[in-house]
């Protein structure tokens, strides 16, 4: 039923994309507090570990949405494209970031790292649903 198949699509990426943005609401705006109840015996870590939390917490905006779209078109009989993107996604673009990062952003570039390989993944990622689109009607 391609219309089903359609409404759980489009329900489902509202669902994820919502959620995506809740949890990065809550990890950057809460940053700092978590840290000071994890960090209070040492609290000159704060600021280090307030910044990394922020700067990483923006990747559950991609994470969630990655997941999402690759489970569903994997529940399509299509695994093999992403587990070649996933793959690639943790060695190439995990390993470039933690190279080429640094070089630019100092010690921010290696929390950046964890952040800019999700954001690949998911744009391939939805570069192969729409390309898959038409070959499933959704």
């Known amino acids: ?10 329900k489902s990426l509202i669902f994820t994309s919502i959620t995506s943005v809740v949890i ?14 994890f960090l209070s015996h040492d609290t ?6 307030s910044s990394a939390m922020f700067i990483c917490g923006k ?8 997941i999402f779209i690759s489970s569903y078109v994997t529940s399509f009989n299509n695994s093999n494209s992403f587990i070649i993107l996933g793959l690639i996604k943790s060695l190439i673009f995990q390993l ?4 080429l990062l640094p070089m630019y ?3 921010s570039g290696l929390w950046y790292a964890l952040v800019v390989p999700e954001i ?14 038409k070959e499933y009607k959704f």
């Open 120 to 133: 690949i993944g998911l744009l391939i990622a939805v570069i192969i649903l729409l390309v898959k689109r």
């Open 24 to 37: 990065t609401a809550i990890c950057v705006g809460l940053a700092k507090p978590v840290c000071y109840i």
């Open 96 to 99: 470039g970031s933690i190279i």
């Open 59 to 66: 990747a559950f905006l991609f994470v969630g949405l990655y």
């Open 105 to 107: 952003f100092a010690e």
């Open 44 to 49: 000159s870590l704060v600021p280090l570990a």
């Open 1 to 10: 039923n391609h219309k089903e198949t359609r409404s759980v699509l489009c």
